[in-house]
C-alpha cells in the first residue's frame, strides 16, 4: 500500500522488449534505496511495480503487456521522468490517502491555467471513472494523492502549489499530457456494498438510477 506522497524522481533508463512485456530500468540517486528488497514494491507514476534487480540509485521491474496497456507506460520512453514512492511501513506517517497502486484508467490534462502562486489543472477522465471523481475528494494522479477542487462532468479540476509542482512531475504537464487516475478505494467499496444481496448475482451492472430509486435512495 501507498500514501501517494512522492518520495523521489526518477528517469527512465531504459523500457527493453521481453516478448510482450518489458523491463524497465529506472535511475534515481535520490531514492533511498537501502531498506528495500528483491520483491519489494516501488510505486512509479502511480503503478505497483515489483523490484526485480536493484543498485545504489536504481531498480528495474517487470511491465506486463495489460500494464501497458491500461496506464500511460504506452507514452513513455527512455528519459521520461517518473514520481516514485517506496511501499509504505506500518510506523510511517499517513500524509495522503489509501492508494493501490492498481491504476483506474488513463487521463489527459485538458486545460493549464498559470496563476501567481499556484497552476490550475483541468483533466479529463475516462467517463467509466466520473462517478468515482468527488468534489473535495481523494484522487491520485500519477501516483500524488491530490484533492479535487472542482468537478464537471468528467473533467475535474487541481490547484497545484510549487513545491508539488517542484517535488514531481506535474511541473512538466501541458495540455494532452496522459496522466494514470487511481480513484479512492473507499468510494469503490461503498458502490459494492450498496448492492447488498445482488452484488453476489452473475452480470451485475453496478449502480444506476433505477437502482438507487429501487432501494428507497431517491424518492419516485
Known amino acids: 500500500m501507498f500514501t501517494g506522497i512522492i518520495q523521489a524522481l526518477g528517469t527512465i533508463s531504459s523500457m527493453d522488449r521481453r516478448g510482450d512485456d518489458i523491463q524497465l530500468h529506472v535511475h534515481s540517486p535520490s531514492l533511498d534505496m537501502s531498506d528495500v528488497a528483491l520483491g519489494d514494491s516501488i510505486a512509479t507514476n502511480g503503478v505497483c511495480l515489483t523490484v526485480t534487480e536493484k543498485g545504489h540509485d536504481y531498480y528495474c521491474a517487470d511491465v506486463s503487456e495489460e500494464t501497458i496497456r491500461l496506464t500511460g507506460f504506452a507514452h513513455y520512453s527512455a528519459g521520461s521522468k517518473v514520481n516514485l514512492e517506496k511501499a509504505m511501513r506500518p510506523t510511517d506517517r499517513f500524509g495522503g490517502h489509501i492508494v493501490s497502486g492498481h491504476v483506474d484508467g488513463v487521463g489527459e490534462v485538458s486545460r493549464v491555467i498559470r496563476h501567481s502562486d499556484y497552476i490550475e489543472f483541468w483533466i479529463n477522465a475516462p467517463t467509466s471513472l466520473a462517478?468515482?471523481?468527488?468534489?473535495?475528494?481523494?484522487?491520485?494522479?500519477?501516483?500524488?494523492?491530490?484533492t479535487v477542487n472542482e468537478v464537471q462532468g468528467s473533467e475535474f479540476m487541481l490547484w497545484i502549489i510549487p513545491h508539488t509542482l517542484k517535488e514531481t512531475v506535474i511541473g512538466s504537464y501541458e495540455t494532452g499530457t496522459k496522466v494514470n487516475l487511481e480513484v479512492d478505494v473507499i468510494a469503490?467499496?461503498?458502490e459494492r456494498l450498496m448492492l447488498g444481496d445482488k452484488a453476489?448475482?452473475?452480470?451485475?451492472k453496478g449502480i444506476d438510477m433505477r437502482f438507487l430509486a429501487e432501494h428507497g435512495f431517491l424518492k419516485r
Open 131 to 146: 462517478k468515482y471523481i468527488a468534489h473535495k475528494g481523494s484522487i491520485t494522479v500519477d501516483g500524488v494523492s491530490l
Open 200 to 204: 453476489a448475482e452473475p452480470q451485475t
Open 188 to 190: 469503490r467499496y461503498l
